[in-house]
């Protein structure tokens, strides 16, 4: 066989793999985005990721926002300094993806904390470790799915500094803990979650609940 | 050239390489039909495609990309291994606190070798190191790195920033690629972790009363770490624009809280330009 024979022939079987493979996805995931009960749907593409990552910096900022204003007895200097820089963090990621979405964006979603006892400093920095440890998850393991390579470095960009608060909280909770071994494993690597697994974990603090249709999870 | 065997030293880094040659494993297949086929030399040309079609880009791009990853990570290994060899330097009080970062680096090297040979990739041995930063003349802008602890980390704190802007910086050239992007964000994640930590450490040290676990820069300097030799390897990080949005104006928060909200890329130019012929001896 020719080379151009075999050629043609590689490139055919691929493009009938992607055809395949986007019908397979059509008729598992094109459904109508329903939102039952004022919850929201991050959609699909990139906006779809870029909202997931809103929707999780609204949740972050939303915490920090109720630890400095009700602060827990016995806060320190150091650690309301470091508390209210990681507020003003959340609340620049938050605003950041508001911004860059526009009419993309997803409701601004309603908290439920009502688990979460904000008196307590072994409380705020348990419920503070979950959700950054979920945040670095949640960009590490959606990456993949960015098309755009201006998007990846924005999530590259900010998922740094959530790893940087997640070692902070970390060492706060018990120095010397910033690679704690329910994140990081044997190889080096932080661990990684899948848009549905950290929707789950997300929703229970959510009283409007995110969906994602399009990636396999409904509430 | 085996391709077979290539496709099982993947498959030991990744599992479902097979589903994403193609989900009903027929690529493969066909392969075997039309390889005793196929002249030999129009192999390599083959299977470049097969690759570049299951991943999205060349496999020789992601080989480079791990490769510049190791290289870094040869050299992060190197600095803490010397650091933890070195008698009297960490404080017996530290030893566990800069171990856990040691073990991470030595294990990055150890993961990094691994999925580059089984990416049919050869893995890049360590270079020569001046941890001075004087090109092998042990007369670098760091001379006490080995005889003052507080050198030795602020020289830690200016490689693990360094390192979270060079994994970043090769983020795009992993586009789409699950495993392989997946694995070098978990390393990006930990080197970031590392650098909070080495961060805090000089900090509660007394070694830098202002430094915080995020890079906070100013207007006119990415450097926040007062250590003025490594200026360039923080430049950038100043930058408030993000995505077209102007933090500082746009949102009405200061330049502090804008540079640390973000951590800026650097590109492997940048990088290599940074440590080669200072850390990294070049001849």
């Known amino acids: 066989m020719a080379r151009r024979s075999f050629l043609r022939y590689a490139g055919a079987s691929a493009a009938a793999v992607a055809v395949m493979g986007a019908a397979a996805s059509c008729s598992k995931n094109d459904r109508v985005i329903v939102t039952p009960g004022g919850g929201a749907d991050i959609g699909s593409g990139d906006p779809g990721i870029l909202n997931y990552a809103y929707a999780l910096e609204q949740l972050e900022a939303a915490f920090y926002l109720q630890v400095i204003a009700t602060p827990y007895s016995g806060i320190s200097t150091i650690e309301t300094s470091y508390l209210t820089d990681i507020r003003d963090h959340e609340v620049v990621h938050r605003d950041f993806f508001k911004a860059a979405l526009g009419s993309k964006a997803i409701t601004a979603l309603t908290p439920d904390f009502s688990k979460i006892d904000f008196s307590s400093r072994d409380k705020v920095l348990a419920a503070a470790k979950a959700f950054e440890d979920l945040g670095v998850q949640a960009y590490d393991g959606a990456g993949y799915l960015i098309k755009d390579a201006g998007y990846l470095t924005i999530a590259g960009k900010i998922v740094s500094v959530e790893a940087r608060h997640a070692a902070l909280i970390s060492n706060l909770i018990s120095p010397g803990t910033f690679v704690p071994a329910d994140q990081v494993n044997s190889d080096g690597l932080n661990k990684s979650a899948s848009i549905a697994e950290v929707l789950a974990q997300a929703n229970t603090y959510l009283k409007t609940k995110v969906s994602a249709v399009n990636y396999n999870y409904k509430p | ?283």
């Open chain 2, 1 to 283: 050239m085996n391709l077979f065997n290539i496709i099982s030293e993947i498959e030991k880094v990744d599992p479902e390489i097979h589903e994403r040659l193609n989900p009903r494993r027929a690529a493969i297949k066909n392969i075997t039909s039309f390889g005793s086929k196929v002249a030999v030399a129009a192999m390599p040309f083959a299977l470049g495609t097969l690759f570049k079609k299951a991943y999205g880009q060349a496999t020789s791009t992601v080989v480079d990309v791990l490769n510049f990853a190791l290289t870094l990570e040869h050299l992060e290994a190197g600095f803490y291994n010397k650091g933890a060899t070195t008698s009297g330097l960490i404080p017996s009080a530290d030893s566990a606190y800069i171990g856990f970062v040691t073990r991470d680096e030595n294990a990055h090297v150890k993961f990094l070798q691994g999925a580059i040979t089984a990416s049919g990739g050869t893995p890049v041995g360590p270079a020569t190191f001046d941890f001075t930063g004087g090109n092998n003349k042990g007369n670098g802008p760091f001379p006490t790195v080995f005889s003052s602890y507080a050198t030795f980390l602020a020289v830690a704190q200016v490689f693990e920033d360094t390192g979270v802007r060079a994994y970043k910086g090769q983020a795009p050239n992993l586009i789409g690629n699950q495993d392989i992007l997946t694995a070098a964000l978990s390393i990006h994640a930990v080197e970031a972790r590392h650098a909070s930590a080495i961060r805090k450490l000089r900090h509660d040290l007394g070694h830098d009363a202002n430094i915080k676990p995020y890079i906070v820069s100013t207007a006119t300097l990415g450097n926040d770490t007062g250590v003025v030799a490594a200026n360039n390897n923080y430049k950038g990080e100043e930058n408030v624009t993000q995505g077209g949005v102007n933090l500082v104006s746009a949102l009405k928060v200061s330049v502090g809280v804008a540079t640390a909200s973000f951590d800026e890329p650097l590109s492997k130019e940048d990088v290599t330009a940074l440590l080669v012929g200072s850390f990294i001896v070049s001849n």
